[in-house]
């Protein structure tokens, strides 16, 4: 139980480090006071004379409650004005373990280091960027809509219809899961799935490991501040495991597969299917649906409707009229204004008419 000399510091004056043993500051004069808490400096040696060891068991010191001075635990009246104890406050006994320590300092973050950027990087970026604007700047010429004067040239169309097909299919399935309208063709005794049973045990050796308690060991877990300038190790007794491997034999199941038994039916059965969609186009002003066979129908119906126009320079545009009758409404040979897209061929939207 090692006992190290600990040190304060003067509230009158300011200087520190004062030996712990001291009752009365060199700097000063002073005595402690009440409200001085000893420390242990990091480098604080060991004490070994006996008759320093016998100050620090002699007890926490009082404090004198007539002139504040402190005198040693066994001392009957103060050093400082011959009062006797009787009312005066002895120093606290408290044991410093850093597990309960109250301040914990958290662990410092090295600040996030930003990588440095070089300006040939910066440079590369302003020139990606003015590239980039460039480009947009072309695109957005390119493909803007311009005016044109347009004459009708001609039509044309598309019609779509996806549909289904009324089919007989062939199917399998279990017994009571098969359709209501179906027809059994034929059925037979199939595996169904497997059941896992078990059909006995089988001993099986297995190694486990096992922490064992072997003995203790002191290990220093704080300081005791004894209340008159000393402080004295603090130690425990924590228990020292050992790893121990072991054998041990153990039951285990054993299993097999069993199979289980269905009736597999095969069967016909008739249902509507998707089939491809069917699809005709055409250049002249009656527009027609695509044919159903016999056993089809229609689930939906899909058509555009284009009109040909000639710009003055003989390019031909396509123009998509928002319905069937408003296609209908262009004759050809009039003419029209409108917003054509050049590099796509396209009308984007028709003005006027101007004549026929
Ligand atoms: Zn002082
Ligand atoms: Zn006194």
Same mark, same amino acid.
């Given at each position: 139980?090692?006992?190290?000399?600990?040190?304060?510091?003067?509230?009158?004056?300011?200087?520190?480090?004062?030996?712990?043993?001291?009752?009365?500051? =060199?700097?000063?004069?002073?005595?402690?006071?009440?409200?001085?808490?000893?420390?242990?400096?990091?480098?604080?040696?060991?004490?070994?004379?006996?008759?320093?060891?016998?100050?620090?068991?002699?007890?926490?010191?009082?404090?004198?409650?007539?002139?504040?001075?402190?005198?040693?635990?066994?001392?009957?009246?103060?050093?400082?004005?011959?009062?006797?104890?009787?009312?005066?406050?002895?120093?606290?006994?408290?044991?410093?373990?850093?597990?309960?320590?109250?301040?914990?300092?958290?662990?410092?973050?090295?600040?996030?280091?930003?990588?440095?950027?070089?300006?040939?990087?910066?440079?590369?970026?302003?020139?990606?960027?003015?590239?980039?604007?460039?480009?947009?700047?072309?695109?957005?010429?390119?493909?803007?809509?311009?005016?044109?004067?347009?004459?009708?040239?001609?039509?044309?169309?598309?019609?779509?219809?996806?549909?289904?097909?009324?089919?007989?299919?062939?199917?399998?399935?279990?017994? =009571?899961?098969?359709?209501?309208?179906?027809?059994?063709?034929?059925?037979?005794?199939?595996?169904?799935?497997?059941?896992?049973?078990?059909?006995?045990?089988?001993?099986?050796?297995?190694?486990?490991?096992?922490?064992?308690?072997?003995?203790?060991?002191?290990?220093?877990?704080?300081?005791?501040?004894?209340?008159?300038?000393?402080?004295?190790?603090?130690?425990?007794?924590?228990?020292?495991?050992?790893?121990?491997?072991?054998?041990?034999?153990?039951?285990?199941?054993?299993?097999?597969?069993?199979?289980?038994?269905?009736?597999?039916?095969?069967?016909?059965?008739?249902?509507?299917?998707?089939?491809?969609?069917?699809?005709?186009?055409?250049?002249?002003?009656?527009?027609?649906?695509?044919?159903?066979?016999?056993?089809?129908?229609?689930?939906?119906?899909?058509?555009?409707?284009?009109?040909?126009?000639?710009?003055?320079?003989?390019?031909?545009?396509?123009?998509?009229?928002?319905?069937?009758?408003?296609?209908?409404?262009?004759?050809? =040979?009039?003419?029209?204004?409108?917003?054509?897209?050049?590099?796509?061929?396209?009308?984007?939207?028709?003005?006027?008419?101007?004549?026929?």
């Amino acid at each position: 139980m090692a006992i190290r000399e600990g040190a304060w510091d003067c509230p009158a004056c300011g200087r520190t480090g004062i030996r712990g043993s001291k009752k009365y500051c =060199g700097g000063c004069g002073n005595p402690r006071g009440d409200d001085v808490q000893f420390y242990l400096p990091d480098d604080a040696a060991e004490v070994t004379s006996a008759e320093e060891l016998e100050r620090a068991k002699a007890g926490p010191d009082w404090i004198c409650a007539y002139c504040g001075a402190d005198n040693p635990g066994e001392d009957g009246f103060c050093s400082g004005c011959g009062a006797p104890p009787d009312d005066a406050r002895r120093r606290e006994v408290r044991e410093i373990r850093p597990d309960d320590a109250k301040e914990t300092v958290p662990p410092v973050q090295p600040p996030a280091q930003k990588p440095r950027r070089s300006k040939a990087w910066l440079f590369g970026c302003a020139g990606v960027m003015a590239v980039v604007v460039l480009v947009a700047v072309v695109l957005f010429l390119i493909f803007r809509p311009q005016s044109a004067e347009l004459q009708v040239e001609g039509h044309s169309w598309q019609r779509t219809v996806s549909a289904e097909a009324f089919r007989t299919l062939t199917e399998t399935g279990w017994q =009571g899961e098969i359709p209501a309208d179906a027809r059994i063709l034929s059925q037979s005794r199939q595996v169904r799935q497997y059941r896992k049973v078990q059909v006995g045990t089988e001993r099986r050796e297995k190694v486990v490991t096992e922490r064992k308690q072997v003995g203790t060991k002191k290990v220093k877990v704080g300081v005791k501040d004894l209340g008159n300038g000393y402080f004295e190790d603090i130690y425990e007794d924590q228990p020292v495991y050992e790893e121990v491997k072991k054998t041990v034999t153990e039951e285990e199941p054993v299993y097999r597969e069993e199979p289980v038994y269905g009736i597999q039916i095969q069967y016909e059965v008739d249902r509507w299917i998707k089939i491809p969609d069917k699809t005709v186009d055409g250049r002249s002003r009656q527009p027609e649906w695509p044919a159903l066979a016999d056993k089809e129908r229609a689930v939906e119906r899909t058509a555009v409707y284009m009109v040909l126009f000639r710009d003055a320079d003989g390019d031909v545009y396509e123009y998509e009229a928002p319905d069937e009758s408003a296609w209908l409404s262009f004759t050809k =040979g009039q003419r029209y204004v409108g917003q054509v897209i050049k590099p796509t061929k396209k009308v984007k939207s028709i003005e006027k008419k101007t004549g026929s």
